[in-house]
């Protein structure tokens, strides 16, 4: 089988190669998919890359796994000892973050990592929401998001952003949306009732005040966004540069301290129930993916760097040869 893989830290254009490997083989719990779909993740470029700094979670010095991609939807082809809950033919997807192996023809993971399908949905659908699905409905449910509320999302045309202001409308609040002048449109036909162009005007001098802000790319003060929540608003961000995430860790309680306002680093919980419920919402038509892009296998590099160049709404996604 043919697998983009990685030695070293860098752009996914110098660092990655497509090379052959042998198809790898099912173990205990396992199942092995043919690969029809992979989601483009920002954690992706980040892991590629080597930055930010606790990118190299995975690998201090050098990459530990050579071969990335968590959003993954195929055909389960073979399967482990112990697996009965699927058989070949099975058309699965998941969020194999941390155990990783989606940027390759066929890939093996964990029988509990995944989901069927849903009837009629594509593959390409289907590997499109799992992980930023989980970015979007997580908060959503930790604030108790009530009808009326005034919600602000930055970062609001990303693959997360673009379902959190769907979701966010769903449940009756009120969606200021925060990405790049260029995006807005699509913004703005996903319900949210104000679009704001960061390159133009500094949201947190507006007088509205949030009772939740969702940051997918936390790079301003916390001490900023605290002028703009109510009383007992809640801040959640996902990521971002360094220095904001180690104020967060270290400093995040006292921001907090007085009064009943909120601050938190959103940590992705690879939750099934969460999946299926996005899987849900979706094959009925209440919440709609955005694709921002489609690249054939062979251009998973040029892929990452368009998530990189920061102009893409939506999911980049990467479909297979033969799928």
């Known amino acids: 089988m043919k697998a983009f893989e990685y030695y070293r830290y860098g752009p996914p254009l110098k660092v990655m190669t497509l090379v052959d490997k042998p198809l790898p083989q099912p173990g205990p719990g396992e199942v092995r998919l043919r690969l029809h779909a992979v989601g483009i993740n920002g954690a992706d470029w980040e892991i590629t890359a080597g930055t930010p700094l606790y990118s190299r979670i995975f690998g201090l ?74 970015n979007a409905l997580q908060p959503i449910r930790d604030a108790d998001l009530q009808p009326g509320h005034n919600v602000l999302i930055l970062g609001a045309c990303g693959a997360a952003g673009t379902l959190a202001i769907q979701l966010a409308k769903r449940a009756g609040a009120t969606v200021t949306a925060v990405d790049k002048g260029i995006k807005l449109d699509l913004a703005r036909d996903l319900g949210a009732d104000l679009v704001i162009d960061y390159q133009r005007e500094d949201v947190t001098k507006r007088a509205e005040r949030y009772d939740l802000i969702l940051d997918y790319f936390a790079c301003r003060s916390f001490r900023a966004y605290r002028r703009i929540m109510t009383p007992n608003g809640k801040y959640f961000f996902f990521g971002g540069s360094v220095t904001a995430l180690y104020k967060m860790l270290m400093f995040g309680w006292l921001y907090a301290r007085k009064g009943g306002q909120t601050f938190k680093l959103e940590a992705v919980e690879q939750s099934l129930d969460k999946q299926r419920e996005m899987a849900d919402l979706i094959a009925k038509g209440t919440i709609k993916p955005v694709i921002g892009g489609t690249y054939p296998f062979k251009d998973i590099p040029q892929a990452l760097e368009r998530l990189r160049m920061g102009d893409a709404a939506g999911k980049l996604m990467v479909t297979f040869p033969n799928a």
């Not at 530990?64 to 699927?86: C, K, M, Q």
């Not at 940027?103 to 949905?121: H, Q, T, Y």
Request: proline content about 9%.
């Open 61 to 134: 010095l050098r990459p530990r796994n050579p071969t990335l991609g968590s959003d993954i939807a195929g055909v389960i082809d073979a399967v482990g000892p112990g697996v009965t809950e699927f058989k070949t033919g099975d058309a699965v997807f998941g969020d194999v973050f941390a155990i990783w192996g989606g940027f390759a023809e066929a890939a093996v993971v964990p029988a509990d990592k995944l989901l069927p399908i849903p009837e009629g949905m594509s593959f390409t659908t289907a590997a499109s929401f799992p992980q930023n699905g989980t």
